[in-house]
């Protein structure tokens, strides 16, 4: 990963999201955007985890996890490439989760003083950048 996308990724040690799934949903983040495209390699585990202070097997856990949903190849002394992606079809329960999840996000940035425009604006945007 260059070092203006590491900027990109992010964690927060004194969350109480573990940091694996930090870094995993972070880095989902960025291949749902099209930051790194089927072919990429993504950075190496020890890189990576030196660039975000954190031990190899935290981003070593998070690797795993997208390459078992699918986004990356995994093999050993070859790193994570980046793979496409076959198409999912979202659950009845994934559905729920996700707006309940949504929900929880929302008030959330109401609390800290966004207001409702804000908020949907936001959310607009974002589906336009997933539509490219």
Do not use: C
Not at 60 to 69: D, G, H, S, V
Not at 112 to 131: F, S
């Amino acid at each position: 990963m260059a070092n203006d996308e590491t900027t990109v990724l992010r964690i927060d040690l004194a969350s109480p999201t573990p940091a694996y799934r930090q870094i995993a949903d972070g880095l989902r983040a960025l291949l749902v955007h099209g930051v790194f495209k089927p072919g990429d390699r993504l950075p190496t585990v020890r890189q990576l985890a030196i660039d975000l202070t954190v031990h190899h097997n935290t981003v070593a856990q998070a690797y795993r996890l997208l390459a078992e949903e699918g986004w990356l190849d995994l093999r050993r002394h070859r790193g994570a490439t980046v793979i496409e992606r076959r198409s999912q079809r979202a659950s009845a329960a994934s559905q729920q989760n996700f707006s309940q999840r949504l929900r929880e996000l929302t008030a959330r940035a109401v609390a800290d003083g966004l207001d409702a425009k804000a908020i949907a604006r936001q959310l607009d945007t974002l589906a336009d950048e997933l539509n490219k």
